[in-house]
C-alpha cells in the first residue's frame, strides 16, 4: 500500500476521503472535532504542494436521494476553514456529484479546497456503484484514503472509487497509514506484558476480537455489560443484568481456552446496581457474587477498579476498547473513568479504539495521555479480529 509520501501529487488534483463523521449536539454544532484535526495534515500536505483539493466524506445515515439539511456537511466547511486558517478558497456545492460540483471541481485553483456535500446523499454510495465512483473518479487525478473510520465498509468512496486508480495515482493518507501502522505494530509485535481491555454493551460484538486477543495478550479484562455473560456462565446470579443466554457456552470456551494459554482472565469483582435502567432510582454496590434478584449491573464497583488498576500495573501494552458501564449516566460513569485513569497513568504503549471508548478517555480528560486514540470504532475492532479491510484491501489491490 503506497502512502501519499510515495505518490507524485504535486500541482495535481487530488481526492480525499476523509471521515468527517464528527458527534454533534441537539443544537448542530461540533462538540468534538477530533475527525477534523485527524485529516489536517494530509490536507496541508496537498495544500503545500499545490493542489487542488477535493475532500469527500459521509456524515451519518440520511435517506439516499434526500437531500435533508441536518446532515449536510456545511458545518464541516465552517470548522475547516477556521482549523486551515482559510475563508473563501474553501467551497461546497450543493451536490455531490452533480453540476455544479462538477463545475466547481473544474475550475479549482491551485491551493484551494472543494468540500462535497455529504457523500451518502447518493444512493451509489453505500452501494459502491462504480457509476458513481467513476463519476467522483472524473474529478481528479489522484485518490487518497485518510478515512480509517469507514474503511471497514465496502463504499463507492473507500472501495469501486479506489480501484480506478493505478498504484502510482491513490494511496493512503497520514492519518490512514498511522492508524493501520499503530494497530499492526502492536497486535503483531507487542511489547510485554500485554493487556487488553474489553467492555461495552454485548459479548457478540466484540467475541470475535477476543478469540484472536486471546492469541496475543498476557492478560484481559473484562468489564462492562458483556461481563455478566461471563459471570453467569461462571454459575453466578446476575440478577436483570444485560445478558446474552445463547452465548454462555462460547463464553465458557473463551475462559478455557484463555486457561490453557496462560492468559490471566479478570472479571469484576464487584457492581454497582439498581433495580431498573435509569439514574434517578437508588442504586448500591454489591459483590458480583451478590446481585440481587430483580437488579441490573450498570457499572464495576470500586474494588475491581483497584483491581485492574493492580493488573495494569506492569503493562507494558495495553489495548482498550468498550466502557466499564453505562457511562452516558454520570451516576455509572465512575468505573469507566477510573479505567481511563489508570490506562493513562501506565507507563505503557496505549491504544484505545472505538467510538465511545474515546469518548470516556475525552471526558476524562485523558486523551493526551493515552499514546494513540484511533478514530474508528468498527474499523479497528475488525482489525483486532484479524480481518482485512475493504479501504484498505482496495489501496493494496
Ligand atoms: P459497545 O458499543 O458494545 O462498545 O457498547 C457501548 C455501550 O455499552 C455504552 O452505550 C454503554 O452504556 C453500554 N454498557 C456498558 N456497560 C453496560 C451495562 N452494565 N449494562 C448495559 N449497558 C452497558
Request: charged share 30%; hydrophobic share 40%; net charge neutral.
Amino acid at each position: 500500500m503506497k502512502t501519499i509520501k510515495d505518490l507524485d501529487i504535486t500541482g495535481k488534483t487530488v481526492f480525499i476521503r476523509c471521515d468527517f463523521n464528527v458527534p454533534k449536539d441537539e443544537d448542530g454544532n461540533i462538540t468534538d472535532d477530533r475527525r477534523i484535526r485527524g485529516a489536517l495534515p494530509t490536507i496541508r500536505y496537498c495544500l503545500e504542494r499545490d493542489c487542488k483539493v477535493v475532500l469527500g466524506s459521509h456524515y451519518e445515515r440520511p435517506t439516499p436521494n434526500v437531500y435533508e439539511d441536518r446532515y449536510s456537511l456545511r458545518d464541516v466547511k465552517i470548522r475547516l476553514r477556521k482549523l486551515l486558517k482559510m475563508a473563501d478558497e474553501i467551497t461546497m456545492a450543493s451536490d455531490v456529484v452533480g453540476e455544479e460540483t462538477l463545475s466547481k471541481a473544474k475550475s479549482l485553483k491551485a491551493g484551494e479546497i472543494l468540500l462535497l456535500e455529504n457523500l451518502r446523499y447518493e444512493a451509489g454510495e453505500t452501494k459502491n456503484d462504480i457509476e458513481f465512483a467513476k463519476k467522483l473518479a472524473s474529478m481528479v487525478d489522484i485518490y487518497i484514503n485518510d478515512a480509517f473510520g469507514a474503511c471497514h465498509r465496502s463504499h463507492a468512496s473507500i472501495d469501486a472509487m479506489a480501484r480506478l486508480f493505478d498504484r502510482e495515482h491513490r494511496g493512503a493518507g497520514f492519518l490512514l497509514s498511522k492508524e493501520v501502522n499503530f494497530f499492526q505494530k502492536t497486535l503483531e509485535n507487542p511489547i510485554r506484558p500485554f493487556v487488553a481491555v474489553v467492555g461495552g454493551s454485548k459479548v457478540s460484538g466484540k467475541l470475535e476480537a477476543l478469540r484472536q486477543l486471546l492469541d496475543k495478550v498476557d492478560k484481559v479484562i473484562i468489564g462492562g455489560g458483556m461481563a455478566f455473560t461471563f459471570l453467569k456462565a461462571q454459575g453466578y446470579e446476575i440478577g436483570n443484568s444485560l445478558v446474552e443466554d445463547h452465548l454462555l457456552d462460547e463464553a465458557r470456551t473463551v475462559m478455557i481456552k484463555a486457561r490453557k494459554k496462560g492468559v490471566k482472565f479478570y472479571l469484576p469483582v464487584d457492581v454497582i446496581v439498581a433495580p431498573e435502567f435509569s439514574d434517578t432510582v437508588p442504586s448500591k454496590y454489591v459483590t458480583s457474587q451478590e446481585i440481587p434478584e430483580n437488579w441490573m449491573g450498570l457499572d464495576i464497583g470500586p474494588a475491581s477498579s483497584r483491581l485492574f488498576r493492580t493488573v495494569l500495573n506492569d503493562a507494558q501494552t495495553i489495548i482498550w476498547n468498550g466502557p466499564m458501564g453505562v457511562y452516558e449516566m454520570d451516576k455509572y460513569a465512575k468505573g469507566s473513568l477510573k479505567m481511563s485513569h489508570n490506562i493513562a497513568d501506565a507507563n505503557a504503549t496505549t491504544i484505545v479504539g472505538g467510538g465511545d471508548t474515546a469518548d470516556v478517555a475525552l471526558r476524562a480528560g485523558d486523551v493526551e495521555e493515552m499514546t494513540f486514540v484511533s478514530t474508528g470504532g468498527g474499523a479497528s475492532l475488525n482489525l483486532m479480529e484479524g480481518k482485512t479491510l475493504p479501504g484498505i484491501e482496495a489501496l493494496k489491490s
